[in-house]
């Protein structure tokens, strides 16, 4: 008998799951508020404002904006470090992560990801102003320190793909690029949309020549099992990329901050 009433316990508390999985987009709908985890330090994607410790701005910022007016509510910007944001997607502590992410198969254990929303291009490697000449290759790099942001996919790359170099974890791309022009490091391994950020902005770096071999765009990734809050995520990214609006955001990005 206790055992048929501990198996009926069980099964109430996993249809009790199931019902508050699904529920979150109805909870986000009836709130009122999409909760959102980024790292503010990828330009033009997320980054705060010249000047401004608090406000968040970027091509990502863009587009929430857009989905929060496309469902009807506010959109919460949570600033944390990169892999906090994955971490905190993965507790069910947000509802998405917006910050540059990129496709690989080991997230798929603790999120669900989107398709992309945009290419971001080549990924590459920041040196010092003058030297990017000098690194041609892979080899180029061996016995030399690359830094690249903690949790990213650039960490994998260097490790992958650039065998020879001893990897620096680092917390957040600013520090990245003061360690190169410091000379703590060697060189920074960031997307193109972001070298070309920081190149318009600092003259002491340049990017290498070499390039990682590299295909993908950027993601959002929400609570692992919340089908439907995925799916109208979705649903959202398609019109994005029907529309082109992802690239409107990009200009509106960069003439505002040519300004």
Do not use: H
């Amino acid at each position: 008998m206790k055992k048929w009433i501990a198996l009926a316990l069980a099964l109430v508390l996993a249809l009790g799951c199931s019902v508050a999985l699904a529920d979150r987009l109805d909870d986000i709908l009836a709130s009122g508020k999409l909760t959102v985890a980024t790292s503010p330090d990828w330009p033009p994607y997320e980054y705060y404002e010249e000047g401004d410790t608090e406000t968040i701005v970027g091509t990502d910022i863009l587009m929430l904006n857009w989905m929060g007016e496309q469902l009807g509510v506010e959109v919460e910007i949570q600033p944390m470090s990169f892999d906090a944001c994955l971490a905190a997607v993965g507790t069910g502590a947000v509802d998405l992560v917006v910050a540059g992410l990129t496709y690989n198969e080991e997230r798929l254990n603790r999120m669900e990801l989107t398709g992309s929303y945009w290419n971001e291009g080549a990924q590459g490697v920041l040196v010092p102003a003058g030297k990017g000449a000098d690194f041609d290759e892979a080899s180029d790099f061996d016995g030399l320190t690359v830094a690249a942001q903690n949790g990213t996919n650039q960490a994998i790359m260097v490790e992958e793909q650039l065998p020879g170099a001893t990897l620096q974890l680092i917390t957040r791309i600013p520090d990245g690029v003061n360690m190169v022009t410091s000379g703590r490091v060697d060189a920074l391994a960031v997307p193109a949309t972001v070298y070309n950020s920081i190149i318009a902005e600092n003259d002491q770096v340049e990017v290498a020549k070499f390039a990682f071999d590299f295909e993908g765009g950027n993601y959002i990734a929400s609570v692992k099992g919340e089908d439907a809050l995925t799916a109208k995520i979705q649903e959202l990214i398609d019109q994005i990329n029907e529309e082109g609006l992802y690239q409107q955001w990009v200009d509106q990005t960069v003439t505002k901050a040519a300004e």
